[in-house]
């Protein structure tokens, strides 16, 4: 076995109509073993979930901690987790007053030099009062990208995005503030899982203080120019990171 999987349990939050039960997916993995994030970059497979057998659950949202970039042994880069991973989820009950029972299929896949596919069922009731993992629970959460927006200041930012007309395809232009001694890296999705754009690649020229990132808006699907689309950017320094929408022209 590769990895192990399975679901934990913490304190909800809030309660009646804005109740949520906190739960988490926790992904375990041999030494030299990966596994990847929702968007897996070049190569890879992004982890499937399935919560529709669940009982008393209206919604159960998967969250995603800031990833790694890594070489996937082909010429390109893949983003994903190299060491265990807590992928907090948040249910939101149909019934507040009552247990939810969490019943998750997950298909994902493990890489080492090749990739196996790797699967599990999974149950697990959620009373909303749970404790004991509240602190590993709430460490994962901490090290969920912060919402902003480009433009936002602060010591790690997406100060700014455009877009480029060019020869070929056109590209996008990100410019990212990070704290001082820390190298960035910048990742790029799409409205939908059938956008698979490039991983943003630093270069010169960027402002005093910032680094720069392109892109080409390559990787789109069939009929698609971008016109109005929006992009997800995702900046990542250290243990910190941030998300900001960028809507194309």
């Known amino acids: 076995m590769q990895s192990a999987v399975r679901l934990i349990a913490a304190r909800g939050s809030g309660s009646g109509n804005t109740a949520v039960y906190r739960s988490a997916v926790e992904i375990k993995l041999n ?3 990966k596994t990847y994030w929702r968007y897996p970059g070049d190569s890879g497979v992004p982890p499937a979930f399935d919560f529709s057998k669940s009982e008393n659950v209206k919604s159960a949202s998967v969250l ?9 042994g082909a010429g390109g880069h893949s983003i994903g987790y190299k060491k265990a991973v807590l992928l907090p989820v ?3 009950p149909k ?3 009552k247990p939810a029972v969490l019943r998750a299929k997950i298909d994902y896949a493990v890489c ?9 069922n999974l149950e697990l009731t959620l009373p909303g009062t749970d404790s004991a993992n ?14 902003s927006s480009v433009g936002d200041g602060g010591t790690l930012a997406i100060r700014a995005a455009h877009k480029e007309a060019g020869k070929g395809k056109p590209k996008i232009v990100v410019d990212v503030a990070a704290p001082a001694g820390a190298a960035p890296v ?15 690649e630093p270069m010169a020229g960027a402002p005093a203080g910032l680094q ?3 892109f080409e808006l390559d990787g789109l699907p069939p009929g698609e120019n971008g016109a109005g689309a929006t992009l997800r950017l995702t900046a990542v320094a250290g243990d910190k990171a941030v998300e900001a929408l960028f809507r194309l022209d």
């Open 186 to 200: 910048l990742y790029a999705e799409g409205p939908d899982a059938k956008w698979a754009l490039p991983v943003p």
């Open 112 to 120: 080492e030099k090749l990739c196996v596919p790797a699967d599990a």
């Open 134 to 147: 509240d602190t590993v629970v709430d460490t994962a959460e901490a090290l969920l990208p912060k919402m």
């Open 212 to 214: 720069r990132f392109t």
């Open 90 to 92: 948040h249910v939101v």
């Open 95 to 97: 019934d507040p007053k």
């Open 64 to 72: 995603f901690p800031a990833p790694s970039l890594f070489e996937d």
């Open 31 to 33: 030494p030299g073993w």
